[in-house]
C-alpha cells in the first residue's frame, strides 16, 4: 500500500472525525432529515460552484447519473438521516463507536461484490484488533452510564451499514470516474431528491430560530465534513480497495481525543494510547503485504530442487 494512501486516510479521517459533534450540536435546532438535506445541499453548491470556477464539466452519461444517485443515496442521505435522527437519543461517543461497525458490514459486503477483495484470516485479525481498539478508545464513555434508546442505537447501526453498501458500490462503479466528477454529481443527484422530501417531511425546523451554534455546525459539516472530504474520499476510492477506505471509522476518535486534549484541556490516558496503538496495529494487518517472506520462499524452492 503506497505512503500517499495512508497520508489520504488520516486526512480524511480528520475532515470526518469531529462529524458526531457538529451533529449533536445541530440537531437541537433541526430535525434530522432537514440537516442531512442543508449538510448536502450546501456541499454541492460548494463543490459545484468550485467546478464551475475551472470550467469542469460534469458528465452527460445517463450510467453515471444512475450509479451517483444510488451511491448518494446510501452513502449520504439514507445514514445522514438515521445519524441526526439516533444522537437524538443516544450520545454522540457512542454514536462513533457503533460507526465501527462500518468497515466488518464493508468486508463482508466486498467479499461478495468484489473479486478481488475477498474474505482472508488475515483481514478478519485485522479488523477485529481495529474495532477492538475503538472499543477500548471509547469505553471510559460507556463506564458513565448505558442509558442509550434501543431504537436511537438500531439507526445509528443502520447508517452504518448503509455507510458500507454505498462504500462498496462506488469502489465498483465509481472507482474509475474522475475524482471530482463523482463526488460533484453524486452531491447534486442527492440534492435534487432530498432538498424537496425534506421540506415535505420536516414540520419541525424553524430557521428563524436556529442558533448560531447550528449554522457553525452545519456550514463545517457541509463544506469540511462533506464537500472536501468527499474529494478526498474519492480520491482514496480510486487508488485502495473498499475494506482499505473503510478503516477510516477506526481513526476518527483519535482526532475527537486531540481536540479534546488542545480545547478542552482533557488528559490522554493508558487507555487511549492503547486503543490508538491496537487501530494502528489493526490497519497494517489488513493492508501489508509481507513481501519479506518472498525471498525466503523463493530460496527455500531453490534448495529443494
Sequence with gaps: MKLKNYFLLILLAALWGPSFLFIKIAVVDISPIMMAAMRIGFAAIFLNVFLLMR????????????????????????????????EQYIDSGLASIINGLTPLSTVVLA?????????????????ALGFTGLVVLSLPKLTNGFDAAFLGIVAVTLGAVSYAIGLVYSRKYLSKAKPMHAPAGQLLAC???????????????????????????????????????????FNLIERAPASFVSLVTYIMPIFGIALGTIFLDEVITSTMVLGMLLILSGILIVNIRLKFLKPKIAEDQVVAR
Excluded: C, M
Aim: aromatic share 18%; proline share 4%; no cysteine.
Design 111 to 127: 467479499h461478495f461484490t468484489i473479486s478481488a477483495e475477498r474474505l482472508s484470516a488475515k483481514k478478519l485479525v485485522g479488523v
Design 191 to 233: 440534492s435534487i431528491y432530498l432538498v424537496p422530501l425534506a421540506f415535505i417531511f420536516d414540520s419541525q425546523t424553524v430557521f428563524s430560530q436556529i442558533g448560531t451554534p447550528a449554522w457553525v455546525s452545519i456550514f463545517l459539516l457541509s463544506f469540511f465534513g462533506t464537500a472536501v472530504a468527499f474529494v478526498v474520499y
Design 55 to 86: 470550467k469542469i464539466k460534469l458528465p452527460k452519461d445517463k450510467t453515471f447519473w444512475k450509479h451517483v444517485a444510488l451511491a448518494g443515496f446510501f452513502a449520504q442521505a439514507l445514514p445522514f438521516i438515521l445519524i441526526n435522527w439516533g
